[in-house]
């Protein structure tokens, strides 16, 4: 089976969420390719309509997939038949116009809808949607001694390491909130340390050295960054959204908090008292969100697309 992916692409290169997800059907015997959208904007995508269908003319794909509402929208217009669309958390909070598009295109024009959670389905109503968490590649994120990753990043020993793993600058991140918690627990040996726009292949070394995982969204869908802490058995303090809550609810020394600072603190404060061994990881891979587990459910729904007439 080949399949065409179809992503933004603004710095040339394929997002980490979506290349991971390409190597994981790879390694289950499919092949993939990449269309890169590499403009901003309505008009930005809509400039790539014709490139779009010259690439869909160079090869027999049994299946496109689109990732996020803008590339399912570019998809449709340039003529793709057999089309699967994964819509993201941000898709879920978009204006009412494009959520009517969504709509429509969901109803009409898409073969197949992946969301997240069922909280997305909910809120689209999106009854036919499949839900498919992203999947984690558990090879890569894996537990590593805290000793050696804080080696890796030059991070001190003796110091203690809140991370956060979103760009400061989006407002749904709402890093004020998170400064403002580790505020609250008021101790100097304490830094908070916003990762973004890294080598992937530095993140499991950053997850590693972090005492906690510390998240202030407003809202999500499935949170890559919470999963990949999972799978190194990295603590986390976390509002409730997205899959969160669900998630993490057999998971020790991990909290869900209500949106305030305070109760961040406290869920802080927790956090890095607990001491036991972890066992986010264990809890990761018995809910099947591993890349593995997530391909073999992507191609169930590619299987059926295809052999649609």
Known sequence: MRVLFVSSGNKGHVKPLVENQAISLKNQGLTV?????????????????????????????????????????????????????SLMGSDTYIGPVFRLLIRLCYLYLWRA??????QMRDILKATRAYVIPNGIDDKTFIPIPKSEARKAINYPADRTLILFLADPARPEKNFKLAIDAVKCINRSEVDLVPIFDREPSSIPFYLNAADVLLLTSNYEGSVNAVKEAMACNTKIVSTDVG????????????????????????GLVMALSFKDTVNSRTQLMR???????????????????????
Request: net charge positive; aromatic share 8%.
């Open 33 to 85: 390719d990449h269309f890169l959208v590499n403009s901003s904007g309505l008009f930005g995508y809509l400039r790539n309509i014709i490139p779009l269908k010259k690439k869909l003319r160079s090869a027999d794909y049994s299946v496109v997939h689109a990732h996020y509402s803008f590339s399912g929208f570019l998809a449709v217009l340039a003529g793709s038949k057999r089309l699967v669309v």
């Open 287 to 309: 809910l099947g969100l591993d890349s593995g587990t997530t391909a073999k459910r992507l191609i169930q729904v590619y299987e059926k697309v295809a052999g649609q007439k």
């Open 113 to 118: 809808t992946i969301v997240k959670t069922p």
């Open 243 to 266: 899959d969160v809550r669900v998630n993490l609810e057999k998971v020790n020394g991990s909290f869900v908090c209500a949106n305030n600072k305070e109760d961040l603190a406290k």
